[in-house]
Every structure is written in structure tokens, then in C-alpha cells.
């Protein structure tokens, strides 16, 4: 059962970026990261209440840390929906994993002594998944660079290096006893901040209801996406249910083909399927070293 919570936040997630390439044809990214948040604010907050979750907290400035760099990498990642194939867009945004790697490792090389048992190259596994998520990234960025796209496939990319630095303070809260729920409700008042201000600056688009049908459900998938993915992981995070969460990628490729009909070459497909696999590994070695590691979020 909990594979099926994943597979479902997924999906979720995916349709949110149909959603959202739908809605950014006719609104800016800050009015799309604005009414992201709006929605999220409401249906978190009827969740809190039916599950009796105070959304009091002590810990303010850790929200507020938590909040600033996912809006920015929530940002990016929207940025990114609006101008790259959605399947692109979600693949360089699930870099998370690998750039979470990427830190383990170099951490791992900086703090090593020499008088210390452990060599330098216990991490050689782990690197040399980095690697591949790299050289992943540098194939999905060619066509891009073709269709003269680059910019954005580096906004797509800077989308998962935030995300990562995100996911380790959700990390940070989940150890100190913040139930999921608050924390993303906190994340969802930082997005309308966020999308309010950038909205002063980006403007406002004219308001036509049949554009606005696409801004509800950008709010309503995200929060369900959420709320999927913290019940797959209720019960421990598995690392089935972990590297599920990849299935994302396929749904947003099906969804480009079948509904954006985008013309993604081989070798940006072999890139995304490079990136798959070293995050999968990735999860696999972080587990081996950490095994109760919370859930990544998006």
C-alpha cells in the first residue's frame, strides 16, 4: 500500500507541472508560485484541523530558513515547466537526490584525516553516482543549448540544488518532532509571500476565468502530492517507496509526449534515464549509511 501512496504522489506532482505549463501561458511565475501557495494554505490548513495538528511551532526561524530556499527552488522549477519540455523540467528538479550525494561526498573528502581508519575513497560508490547524475544532466542540456534554451535548463537545474538544500532542513525539523503537516503549511504561507512580492515586480496578468481554471488545481495537486508521499512513508521509508518517487519522471514524459507532443532527442532521453539511475543509486547508498532518513519532498 505504501508503494501505491508514492506512486499516486507522483502522478500528482506530474499533472501539477501539466497545470502549471497550462497556466503559464497566460500567467507569470510569481502569480503561479502565489496561488500555489493560496491553495495550499487552505487545504493544509483544513488537514491540520481533521488531524488535530496544532500549527503553533518554536521554531520559526528554521520554518523561515525552510520556506526561502524552497520558494526559490520552487521558483525555478516553475521557470523551468514554462519553458522546457515538462519531462525535462521534472527530471533536472529531481537532481535533488544526486546533489544530496554530491554533498555527502564532498563533506566526506574535506573532513577526512589521514590518521583516521576510514579511507578517502569509502565514498568511491556514492561519487561515482554523482558522476553519472552529471554526466546525465550535460546529455538532458545539449538539446537544450540547441534550441537555444540553456538558460533555462541551468534555472531547471539550480530548481534541484535548492531543493536539496530544502530537503535537509525538512530533515532538520523532522528530528527535532515537527509533524509533516505543519511544515508544509509554513512552506505554503513563505510560496504566497514569495509569490505576493514577485508579483510587484513580474505584474499582474488580466484575469479571464477560462486561464484561471488551470490556478486551483496547480494548489490542489501539489497538496495532495504531499500529502501521498508523507503516508508512503508513514510506516518507514522503504527503499522500494523511495525510488519510487522516480515514477514521476515517466508520468511527466508521458504527459509530454501525449499532451505537449515535445520533441525530446535520444540523447536527452538517455540523459534523463542516466539521471534516474544514479539517483536511485544514490538512495540506495544514502540509505545503507543513514536508513532512517526522512522523506524527500517536493
Excluded at 519510487?244 to 504527459?255: E, H, M, P, R, T
Excluded at 544514479?278 to 536508513?291: D, E, Q, W
Aim: charged share 10%; hydrophobic share 55%.
Amino acid at each position: 500500500m505504501q508503494a501505491l501512496w508514492m506512486l499516486l504522489g507522483a502522478a500528482f506532482f506530474a499533472t501539477m507541472g501539466v497545470c502549471v505549463k497550462f497556466g503559464s501561458e497566460h500567467f507569470n511565475s510569481a502569480e503561479l508560485v502565489f496561488y500555489r501557495g493560496v491553495v495550499g494554505v487552505v487545504f493544509l490548513a483544513i488537514i491540520a484541523k481533521q488531524q488535530k495538528v496544532s500549527l503553533r511551532t518554536q521554531y520559526t526561524s528554521m520554518h523561515v530558513w525552510r520556506s526561502t530556499i524552497g520558494v526559490l527552488s520552487l521558483s525555478a522549477w516553475f521557470y523551468a515547466i514554462a519553458k522546457l519540455p515538462l519531462a525535462t523540467a521534472m527530471t533536472l528538479n529531481y537532481m535533488s537526490s544526486v546533489w544530496i550525494a554530491a554533498f555527502l561526498v564532498g563533506g566526506a573528502l574535506i573532513n577526512w584525516k589521514p590518521q583516521e581508519d576510514k579511507s578517502p575513497w569509502s565514498q568511491g560508490p556514492l561519487a561515482l553516482s554523482v558522476i553519472a547524475g552529471f554526466a546525465g544532466v550535460v546529455m538532458m542540456l545539449r538539446p537544450t543549448v540547441e534550441q537555444n534554451q540553456i538558460f533555462a535548463g541551468l534555472i531547471g537545474l539550480m530548481s534541484g540544488f535548492a531543493a536539496a538544500f530544502a530537503y535537509m532542513q525538512v530533515m532538520a525539523l523532522g528530528r527535532i518532532g515537527e509533524p509533516e503537516t505543519r511544515t508544509v503549511f509554513y512552506f505554503a504561507i513563505g510560496t504566497t509571500l514569495a509569490g505576493l512580492v514577485g508579483m510587484g515586480f513580474a505584474g499582474v496578468s488580466e484575469w479571464h476565468w477560462q486561464h484561471a481554471v488551470w490556478l486551483l488545481p496547480v494548489g490542489v495537486f501539489a497538496s495532495l502530492g504531499q500529502l501521498c508521499m508523507t503516508r508512503a512513508y508513514s510506516k518507514g521509508a522503504t527503499l522500494v517507496v523511495a525510488n519510487l518517487q522516480y515514477s514521476g519522471i515517466v508520468f511527466a514524459a508521458l504527459y509530454s509526449l501525449l499532451l505537449f507532443g515535445d520533441d525530446i532527442p535520444l540523447i536527452g532521453w538517455a540523459g534523463m534515464a542516466l539521471i534516474v539511475v544514479s539517483g536511485m543509486a544514490a538512495t540506495l547508498l544514502r540509505a545503507r549509511a543513514a536508513p532512517n532518513a526522512p522523506a524527500e519532498e517536493h
